[in-house]
């Protein structure tokens, strides 16, 4: 599987970006989609999920009510909106996919196979 995640960029505090993450799968049915950001000097983080139901999808609460994950299924693509961007979101975000997480662990990169190279996400003003 293939990732390849864009859409990032520079962004004044309080702006938006959308993250794209194609895949180069069938179709997204039996997978987990998440995307994670690493700032620098810091480890890796999760940010959101969207769990093989695609029902209820899971968030950092540093990010909850701001970021939102979403599914093309048509376009073998997720995305993550970002809304009120604050500079401490500032971080190389990554997406990733696997077949094998388990709901418990939704939230650790060590449960994702597949990862995007990442796209730079800098809020400032």
């Known amino acids: 599987v293939q990732l390849q995640a864009s859409g990032g960029g520079l962004v004044q505090p309080g702006g938006s970006l959308r993250l794209s993450c194609a895949a180069s799968?069938?179709?997204?049915?039996?997978?987990?989609l998440a995307w994670f950001r690493q700032a620098p000097g810091k480890e890796r983080e999760f940010v959101a999920a969207?769990?093989?139901?695609?029902?209820?999808?899971y968030y950092a609460d540093s990010v909850k009510g701001r970021f939102t994950i979403s599914v093309d299924n048509a376009k073998n693509t997720f995305y993550l909106q970002m809304n009120n961007l604050k500079p401490e979101d500032t971080a190389v975000y990554s997406c990733?996919?696997?077949?094998?997480?388990?709901?418990?662990?939704?939230?650790?990169?060590?449960?994702?196979?597949?990862w995007g190279q990442g796209t730079q996400v800098t809020v400032s003003s």
């Open positions: 990733t996919v696997s077949t094998s997480v388990i709901t418990s662990s939704i939230r650790s990169s060590t449960s994702y196979r597949y």
């Open positions: 799968v069938r179709t997204f049915s039996g997978y987990v």
């Open positions: 969207s769990p093989k139901s695609r029902t209820y999808p």
